[in-house]
């Protein structure tokens, strides 16, 4: 009964820190700004994933559909209609030029939320500029790869699977379960960059048991969240009715925002739990306790 009252206390104690927290650090107001930054990256990201595109098998149209899956209708035929815009004003060599350009706005985006990230751990920033904007950089190659990968499997991945089989003589069970893998890899993978991104992104040493437990909300729940949301779109959100022509642009807005917010509160959580562990020891942190 004891230990039960200890467990319990303790998941009090994280909860209503990170409702303290939530509320000091302004994540409303953050995730407002930070959803700014990631609309001004959001086109150039896609304009980098299609470059890199051409040096794959996958084709645009086979990645491009793959959003229909999470954006909702009015947003994904918004971003093909912008896609087209800029295909049309742009050759193929220009745009492989200025894809270098769209490199360095796409990872403002990456940057704003390292400034989020430092915030949850109160922490300054003492890193230079070009290292932070590098860093930004990195991850948006990164993630672009992942991406990449991701679609690679879902798009290819009964015909990777049955080539499996075929050359390592699998039995028919191995093909059911690869049904399920070639959608669980993604998830591992988009795991895995989101738990890069909390154990490098603030300025404070981390290691993966400090970070996991915010990756895999954050991973979850944002796939969670952004399914729900299209479906809210799709069937009752009637944002064209609304706000008219820029409906589309309303609906991507309020979408980046609760992806931001989710990130944010992932990164939130991995500092909540540094705060426990070091009010219940001696460890050093940058977090205070507020209750003090």
Excluded at 78 to 87: P, Q, S, Y
Excluded at 117 to 135: D, G, I, T
Excluded at 164 to 181: D, M, N, P, Q, V
Excluded at 253 to 267: A, E, K, M, R, T
Aim: hydrophobic share 50%; glycine share 6%; net charge positive.
């Amino acid at each position: 009964m004891n230990i039960d009252n200890k467990k319990l206390n303790k998941w009090k104690s994280l909860v209503l820190h990170l409702k303290q927290q939530f509320k000091k650090n302004e994540l409303k107001a953050l995730g407002a700004q930070l959803s700014y930054y990631l609309i001004l990256s959001f086109f150039p990201f896609l304009i980098v994933l299609i470059v890199l595109l051409n040096f794959t098998p996958l084709t645009e149209g086979q990645t491009i559909s793959q959003l229909a899956y999470i954006l909702p209708d009015e947003v994904f035929q918004l971003t093909l209609e912008i896609l087209d815009e800029i295909r049309n004003g742009l050759n193929a060599p220009l745009l492989s030029v200025s894809s270098l350009a769209t490199i360095w706005a796409a990872s403002k985006g990456t940057s704003a939320l390292i400034k989020g990230l430092n915030k949850a751990y109160q922490v300054s920033e003492n890193r230079s500029f070009f290292r932070l904007r590098a860093m930004g950089v990195v991850f948006t190659f990164g993630l672009a790869f992942i991406i990449i990968f991701s679609l690679f499997f879902l798009v290819f991945g009964r015909l990777v699977g049955l080539a499996i089989s075929e050359y390592l003589g699998f039995t028919r069970a191995f093909l059911s379960l690869w049904e399920y893998l070639r959608y669980g890899i993604p998830l591992l993978v988009l795991f895995f960059i989101f738990t890069l991104l909390f154990r490098i992104g603030p300025n404070y040493p981390l290691g993966f048991k400090d970070v996991y437990p915010g990756a895999i909300f954050t991973t979850l729940g944002w796939i969670i969240i952004s399914l729900i949301f299209s479906f809210y779109v799709n069937n009752y959100g009637a944002f064209s009715r609304l706000y008219g022509s820029i409906g589309a642009v309303i609906a991507l807005l309020i979408w980046l925002n609760i992806s931001s917010l989710i990130v944010l509160i992932g990164g939130e959580i991995n500092a909540t739990r540094l705060w426990y562990r070091s009010s219940s020891s001696t460890e050093p942190s940058p977090i205070e306790d507020e209750s003090k």
